[in-house]
C-alpha cells in the first residue's frame, strides 16, 4: 500500500534538523508552492505525450529525475533511514547508499504517475510557522475508486530553498516504513548486502528500459 501511494503522491526517528530562522534568508517558493509548482510541472510534461508515457513507464522516471527529485532533501532521508548504521558506515558505504536509495525513491514515483492526471491532486490550505525551518505541506490524492488519501510532506529550509525530506501516506511516514525493512535486512545480511540490492536493482531498471 505504501509503495503505492507513494508513486501517486508523487514525491520518532527524525534526527535534529538544522533549519533557517528567516524565510527571508531562504532562496526560491516557500514550501507550498515548490509541492504545487513541480507537481502541476509534472502534469503538464506528462499531458504533453501521455501515450507513450503509458506505453513506457519507465520514460516518467526521467521527469520525476528532473522535476520531483530535486526538491527531495535525498541525504538527509537516507540518513534517517539509516538511523544507527550511519554512524558506522564509512563514506563510501554513505554515499553508495545515497545513491541506491536514490534510485530506489526514483523507481518507486516514477511507475505508477503515467496515469496523474490534475483530478488526483489536491493542495490543502497551509498551516505552519515558516520561522521554524520545518513545516508541513498537506495535500490530498484522488484514487480511482474516488477515495481521498491524505498525503503529508515534511519539508525544511536549506540554504539551496525549501526540500521535502518525507512523505506521510494516511499517517504512515515512507521514511520510518524504508527505515524498518532495511534495518531487518541489515541485522541479517549487513550494510554491504542492502547497498549491493539497491545497486542490483537499479542496473537492472536501467537494462530494462534501454
Known amino acids: 500500500m505504501i509503495r503505492k501511494f507513494a508513486a501517486l503522491a508523487l514525491l520518532s526517528l527524525v534526527l535534529p534538523l538544522t533549519a ?3 524565510q527571508q534568508a531562504v532562496p526560491g517558493p516557500g514550501p507550498q508552492d515548490v509541492i504545487e509548482q513541480s507537481a502541476r510541472q509534472m502534469l503538464d510534461a506528462l499531458d504533453a505525450d501521455r501515450d507513450a508515457y503509458r506505453k513506457d513507464p519507465k520514460k516518467v522516471n526521467g521527469l520525476v529525475d528532473k522535476i520531483i527529485l530535486p526538491h527531495f532533501d535525498t541525504q538527509l532521508a537516507a540518513q534517517l533511514v539509516l538511523g544507527k548504521y550511519w554512524r558506522t558506515a564509512t563514506a563510501e558505504q554513505r554515499q553508495r547508499f545515497i545513491d541506491g536509495f536514490y534510485h530506489s525513491l526514483l523507481n518507486k514515483y516514477g511507475a505508477a504517475l503515467s496515469g496523474f492526471t490534475s483530478n488526483n491532486l489536491a493542495m490543502l490550505p497551509f498551516r505552519g ?36 525530506w518525507d512523505v506521510s501516506i ?6 520510518k516504513s524504508f527505515k524498518t525493512d532495511v534495518a531487518a535486512e541489515i541485522d541479517q545480511k549487513g550494510l554491504d548486502a542492502v547497498i549491493k540490492r539497491l545497486e542490483a536493482e537499479s542496473a537492472s531498471d536501467h537494462h530494462g528500459a534501454a
Open 170 to 175: 494516511e499517517g504512515i511516514s515512507y521514511i
Open 20 to 22: 533557517a530562522a528567516d
Open 129 to 164: 510557522d515558516l520561522s521554524t525551518g520545518n513545516v508541513t505541506v498537506k495535500t490530498e490524492v484522488k484514487l480511482d475508486d474516488g477515495t481521498r488519501v491524505p498525503v503529508n510532506y515534511s519539508m525544511r529550509a536549506t540554504p539551496d530553498g525549501w526540500k521535502a
